[in-house]
Each structure stands twice: as structure tokens, then as C-alpha cells.
């Protein structure tokens, strides 16, 4: 009978011996007093040591007192047996014949039915290569910041040179007609500058937020467009809400050109209490851009008519890539022009 258990117990521990040896990473079997058991072969084939140099040893002892580590000494000896368990706790060191290591280290204490003694498992995954590629992950996201920040700047400075150069040569040309569409050109740059200006202070993350994005950029449409002698206000309301920053620059784009056609046809030299509201709604995927204008619907209004210009061809353009539809509504209080981007679900058809 003693004979059979023995044969049994024999049996059951090499069955154990067989599961730790197939793990790949490194394990380590450590008795109540952290003295090694036994280990894994991925534990002697990484840490380079021999099975006689680490069975029976205690733990702190391995390698030459090279796993005495305080951190680690804390977890085994407190943390483990009150708790039962140490989950990824990390540990640096440089082990000899093997090089800096970072190791993950995972602990289960091994309850017994009679509580006789107690057994510790302790895995030892290698990050080392890991945190690596984490660190070069990081400068690689620091170096692309940096970069960034330097295209924003040299696209900012060479949007004001472009301006600057239309400007004078707007002033120095004899045929008005030409001078008028110059200045058309300047406008549109400084529209461009100023969207990109404020996207990029916007955009910190995946997504802008439209309500104080559209506030920032008509704060310097106004500043930029509006004459202290002209009594037009430029505001912006709705509920607002949260775009891509792709959508975010085109919208941007959008509200910037329907801005300056309204303050170029809505509104005359005796104009009184102007008023541009530039919304943005947002009802899940749907949303809504619109710019009113309280003037006078004069002919050539944009978009009220089939004739098509820059402007209209830019807005058009944008609206298509959004995948949205402009409409225009003018009447005696003025117009608006909304560009919508609406989507509906499929009607299921009724079973008879």
C-alpha cells in the first residue's frame, strides 16, 4: 500500500515537473520559506544557471545574492502570503551573463486542504524588449509633436507671406476689377490662416469641440473683416458638440466662406444692428452647420441663385466631401444657408 502512494506521489510530481517545464516563460516553485523547489527549463535556459546551483537555495540567494531584490524581498515575504497573490509587479536589474532585464513577475500562493506547509509559484515574464519598443514608441510620439508644432509654425508664417504679397500687389494694380478679386484672395487666406490657427489650438486631441472652436475662429473673422464703422455682429449658438479634426477644418472652411459672403451681399453702407449667427447642432451622427444673416437678399446673394463663384464652389465642394447637403433659405428677415449631414435608417418592410 505504502508502496503504491509512493509510486503515486512519484507519478503526480513528475505529471507537475512535466506542466512547469512546458511553460515558456520562466517559473519558479518556492517552499513557505522561499527555498526553490524546482524551476522551469525556460528558467536555467534564461537566467543561464544550473539546476544544482538553484534547487533547494533560497530565492535571495540565487545567482549570487543577484535576486535579492528589496521590492521583491516585500512582496514574497508580506504582500503574498496576507493576500495570496502578486500580480505584475515589475522589476529592473542587470544580471550578469545575462544583461538589464525587466521582468514582470506574477506570484500564486498554493493552498493545501490539511494547511501543513504552503507553496508560492512565482512566473517571470521577460518585458525587456517590450518596454523598449514602448520608450522608442514614446520619443517617436515626442519627435512627431515636435514636428508638428514646426509645420504649424512654417505653414502660419508662409499663409501671412502669401497674404502680405497679394495685399501690395492689390495696391499696386490699375484695373479694379483685378484689384477686387485680390483682395477676394487675400480674404481667403486670411481664412485659411485663421482656421488653421485655431484647429491647431483646438485639436489637442482626436476630436474638437465645435462650440469654442467656431467662437475662436469668428472672434478673428470679426477682428479681421469687420470695421469698427460697420455695425454688424458676428455670434455663434447652438448646442454645439464634438467633430474629427478633419471635419472640424472643413467645417471651419465652410463657416469662414458663408461668413464673408454674407458681410459682401447681405449688407449695405446703411446697414444698422447687422447680425451673423454661425450654429452647430449635433443629434448623434447627424449634425448641422448654418450661418444666418439678418440682410437684405440682394440678387446676386450666394446660393439663392443657380450662378456659382468661388465661394460656392468651395463650400460645395467641402459639403460633398462631408457628405452633406446645402440648402438655402432666404426671405424678408434674411437668409440662411445650412449644410447637413443626416443619416436615416432603412424602414423594414411589413410582413402582410
Not at 504582500?79 to 550578469?96: L, R, T
Request: with cysteine; net charge negative; charged share 25%.
Amino acid at each position: 500500500m505504502a508502496e503504491n502512494q509512493l509510486t503515486e506521489i512519484e507519478a503526480a510530481r513528475a505529471f507537475a515537473q512535466a506542466i512547469i517545464d512546458t511553460v515558456r516563460e520562466p517559473v519558479l516553485v518556492l517552499d513557505q520559506d522561499l527555498r526553490v523547489i524546482t524551476a522551469s527549463r525556460s528558467f536555467y535556459r534564461t537566467f543561464k544557471v544550473r539546476p544544482e546551483d538553484t534547487e533547494g537555495r533560497l530565492l535571495y540567494e540565487l545567482g549570487d545574492g543577484h535576486w535579492d531584490i528589496p521590492k521583491l524581498r516585500l512582496h514574497l515575504e508580506k504582500i503574498v502570503p496576507e493576500h495570496g497573490v502578486m500580480e505584475d509587479f515589475e522589476v529592473e536589474y542587470d544580471f550578469p551573463n545575462v544583461g538589464p532585464r525587466t521582468m514582470c513577475l506574477n506570484a500564486r500562493k498554493v493552498f493545501y486542504e490539511k494547511g501543513s506547509h504552503t507553496t508560492i509559484l512565482l512566473g517571470i515574464e521577460d518585458v525587456t524588449r517590450q518596454r523598449v519598443l514602448e520608450r522608442e514608441k514614446d520619443d517617436l510620439l515626442r519627435q512627431k509633436d515636435v514636428l508638428l508644432e514646426e509645420i504649424q509654425h512654417r505653414v502660419a508664417n508662409s499663409l501671412q507671406i502669401i497674404a502680405s504679397i497679394i495685399l501690395l500687389k492689390a495696391k499696386t494694380v490699375d484695373s479694379e476689377e483685378t484689384r477686387v478679386h485680390l483682395r477676394d484672395a487675400h480674404k481667403r487666406v486670411m481664412s485659411v490662416a485663421a482656421v488653421q490657427q485655431h484647429l491647431h489650438a483646438s485639436a489637442t486631441s482626436g476630436s474638437v469641440e465645435m462650440g469654442p472652436y467656431l467662437s475662436r475662429l469668428c472672434e478673428a473673422l470679426a477682428t479681421s473683416m469687420i470695421g469698427e464703422n460697420r455695425p454688424i455682429s458676428l455670434k455663434v449658438s447652438g448646442e454645439g458638440g464634438s467633430a474629427t479634426s478633419r471635419q472640424a477644418e472643413s467645417l471651419g472652411l465652410i463657416a469662414t466662406e458663408l461668413v464673408i459672403n454674407s458681410l459682401k451681399h447681405a449688407f449695405s453702407e446703411n446697414t444698422k444692428d447687422g447680425q451673423i449667427t454661425v450654429a452647430y447642432d449635433v443629434s448623434g451622427t447627424d449634425w448641422k452647420l448654418s450661418i444666418s444673416d439678418n440682410g437684405v437678399s440682394e440678387p446676386d446673394h450666394v446660393f439663392a441663385q443657380p450662378k456659382t463663384g468661388l465661394g460656392t464652389g468651395i463650400v460645395k465642394a467641402l459639403a460633398q466631401q462631408l457628405d452633406a447637403k446645402v440648402e438655402t433659405l432666404t426671405g424678408p428677415e434674411g437668409t440662411t444657408v445650412s449644410v447637413t449631414h443626416a443619416t436615416f435608417l432603412a424602414k423594414m418592410p411589413r410582413v402582410v
